[in-house]
């Protein structure tokens, strides 16, 4: 089955510091990744939507500026968390469709976030 | 907007056993698919079986199986032989048919294997 990717497992970082997290499709092209966040014994929520070369859509209540989502490439879509704060601690997972109507998901493997 | 309703957070079963997970639904939608997810304690996301609304009959994937009634948007797991590897937390989810839009999942179910 298809592969994706998803880098680091898990990070550490401190308050008011950047983090990337990298979201790649290692045998297929992705033309639309979904990321989620899912907080401790909960639920998985969409935070946003990105389609290659444009804009992503984000779900209401998350914040763009704070979560930079870029999809510059077919296989590569990239979730920046800037200025993290403890709050932003979180699992955050991302996934790929692929097939004919992009009816096919795949899920990445997970980044937990700790901001100290 | 769809909403996704598990309505038992927690189950219990005993090896060898039949265990149903209840999961329901709401969408103007008539075209949609509906997804079980299991996810371990690696939290993996596990695709466990898939249902297209249009299709009448029930997935089945081995010991698992569904029990779609469309009409009542209820979407029922039925996992037969309960095996240990089991464990895990089951999450329904729900998504358009056209691949624009991401999933929409219900809060899960901890599914407890007593040996």
Not at chain 1, 68 to 97: G, K, M, Q, R, W
């Amino acid at each position: 089955g298809a592969v994706v990717s998803q880098h680091p497992s898990w990070v550490i970082c401190k308050s008011g510091t950047s983090v990337k997290i990298e979201c790649r499709s290692l045998d297929f092209q992705a033309t639309t990744m979904f990321w989620y966040r899912q907080f401790p014994k909960q639920s998985l929520m969409l935070m946003a939507t990105s389609n290659e070369g444009s804009k992503a859509t984000y779900e209401q209540g998350v914040e763009k500026d704070k979560f930079l989502i870029n999809h510059a490439s077919l296989t590569l879509s990239t979730l920046t968390v800037t200025s993290a704060h403890p709050e932003d601690s979180s699992f955050y997972i991302c996934s790929a469709s692929s097939g004919v109507g992009n009816e096919k998901l795949f899920f990445g493997s997970g980044t937990q976030l700790s901001v100290l | 907007a769809q909403t996704v309703t598990q309505s038992q957070p927690e189950m219990s079963v005993q090896e060898a056993e039949t265990v149903t997970l209840s999961c329901t639904y709401d969408t103007s939608e008539s075209d949609y698919y509906l997804f079980w997810y299991k996810q371990p304690p690696s939290r993996q996301m596990i695709l466990v079986i898939r249902q297209e609304a249009y299709k009448q009959q029930n997935a089945t994937e081995n010991r698992f199986s569904v029990n779609f009634q469309k009409a009542a948007k209820s979407f029922s797991l039925k996992i037969s032989d309960s095996q240990l590897g089991d464990a895990a937390m089951y999450f329904c989810a729900y998504r358009t048919r056209g691949g624009a839009d991401g999933l929409t999942f219900g809060k899960g179910t901890h599914l407890i294997i007593q040996p």
